[in-house]
Structure formats: structure tokens, C-alpha cells
């Protein structure tokens, strides 16, 4: 059983348009979500993250809602540029209850992002 | 700073070898995090470490996998009789100390398995 689901699994979008990637999640222990981006060769790094208690969280041109009752959450990408073509992994994860540490991230499957100049 | 390294980049090995793959995490890092990924998938966790133990080996796929952190600092992923379905991208990941910005996980560049 896939924990965090992403969709859709490609996307094209012009220079300056917005990209809309969403995610599921089963798990309702999950209390920490982030979004990952990854170049080709390279590892995964952090773009924006959000914890369940606010609704919209934005940095940037990355705007991150989340929707706890639908167990969703999605990242919007405004004025795309062709630098963010890229990977986009959604992932989720239980902070450890004292410490606030986190713990294993599940991943989703990832999509393609192409922005077309 | 520095951020978290990997060696080899690449590593090309035959059938039933023993291979070790090693992670230098973001100095001061006390969580170290070791994930796989394969072509066309998300990473998928193997094991992570708070200081030298190991916090949560849930991920190891069977007993040819194991790994150490043996100071608190540097880990190796160690793979004995590495069969076809081991080649990935295998990411290691550190984090800082919970309170002091403790969530986000670095990662590094991987090292890409390749077993003949």
C-alpha cells in the first residue's frame, strides 16, 4: 500500500505560468510534510515544508496547502521559470513526540516537471 | 559549510560481493539517515541513526544489509552478497539536533550501485 500518492505523474507548463502538484496521504499519524526537489545527479533538497496545524504556508514563489480533513496537500509553483525544471517529491513523516526530531521520510513516487520557455 | 558527502560517486560491482558505501554527514548532525532509490521512484527509507545507535532499522530489506555508526559522525551502509536488484542511487541524509532547527533532512549526492 502506497502512503503518499502524488499526482499528476508529468507536467509541462510555460515561463510564467503556475504548477500545481498535489499529494494524498493514508497515514493520519503523519504530522510533518515536506516538498523535495532534485535535479538529475544530484540528491533531493528541501523546498518547503508544513505541519498539519495551519492551513497555507508560503515562501517565495512556493506556496505549500494542506487540507487535513482530505488528507491532502499541494505545492504551487507561481511565475514557473525554466529552472525549476526539476523532480518533486512529497514526502511525510512523524516528528518523535519529545524531541521534535524527525523521523523516517516516506516519499512519494515523484514527478517531472518541464517548464517550456 | 560543507554539506553531506558520499563515496564513492559511483560504484560498479559483481554479483555475490561485498561493497561498503560511505556517508560523511553535515558536521554537528546528530541524525544520519541512509535511503535507496530506484530509477523513476521516490527514496525509500533503509535506516537512521540518532547519535551512534541505531534509532529505526525498519527499512533494511533483508541481513545483507547493515550499517555502523560506530563515533556519531561518519556512517558506512555495508551490503554483503550484493545481488542485481541492489543497483540504486543509495542517498544519505543527516539532520540537525531537534530545537535547533531540527526537522529538515540534508541530503547528499548519493552513490549510484550498479551490480553486475
Known amino acids: 500500500q502506497q502512503q503518499v500518492k502524488q499526482s499528476p505523474q508529468s507536467l509541462i507548463v510555460q515561463k510564467g505560468g503556475i504548477s500545481i502538484i498535489n499529494c494524498a496521504y493514508e497515514?493520519?499519524?503523519?504530522?510533518?510534510f515536506p516538498w523535495y526537489q532534485q535535479f538529475p545527479g544530484k540528491g533531493p533538497a528541501l523546498l518547503i515544508a508544513?505541519?498539519?496545524?495551519?492551513s497555507e504556508k508560503k515562501e517565495g514563489r512556493f506556496t505549500i496547502s494542506f487540507n487535513k480533513s482530505a488528507k491532502q496537500f499541494s505545492l504551487h509553483i507561481m511565475d514557473s521559470q525554466p529552472g525549476d525544471s526539476a523532480t518533486y517529491f512529497c514526502?511525510?513523516?512523524?516528528?518523535?513526540?519529545?524531541?521534535?526530531?524527525?523521523?523516517?521520510?516516506?516519499f512519494g513516487k515523484g514527478i517531472t516537471l518541464s517548464v517550456r520557455p | 559549510g560543507a554539506g553531506v558527502s558520499q563515496t564513492p560517486s559511483n560504484k560498479v560491482t559483481e554479483k555475490g560481493k561485498y561493497v561498503e558505501l560511505r556517508c560523511d554527514p553535515i558536521?554537528?548532525?546528530?541524525?544520519l539517515y541512509w535511503y535507496r532509490q530506484s530509477l523513476g521512484q521516490g527514496p525509500e527509507f533503509l535506516i537512521y541513526?540518532?547519535?551512534?545507535?541505531?534509532?529505526?532499522d525498519s527499512g533494511l530489506p533483508n541481513d545483507r544489509f547493515f550499517a555502523v555508526r560506530p563515533e556519531g559522525s561518519v556512517s558506512t551502509l555495508k551490503i554483503q552478497r550484493t545481488e542485481r536488484g541492489d543497483s540504486a542511487v543509495y542517498l544519505c541524509?543527516?539532520?540537525?539536533?531537534?530545537?535547533?532547527?531540527?526537522?529538515?533532512?540534508?541530503f547528499g549526492p548519493g552513490t549510484r550501485l550498479t551490480v553486475l
Open positions: 541524509a543527516s539532520s540537525p539536533r531537534a530545537g535547533s532547527g531540527g526537522n529538515e533532512q540534508f
Open positions: 497515514n493520519t499519524a503523519f504530522d510533518y
Open positions: 508544513i505541519r498539519p496545524d495551519v
Open positions: 514526502a511525510a513523516s512523524m516528528l518523535e513526540p519529545i524531541s521534535g526530531a524527525n523521523s523516517k521520510l516516506t
Open positions: 558536521s554537528g548532525h546528530t541524525a
Open positions: 541513526f540518532q547519535g551512534t545507535g541505531a534509532a529505526d
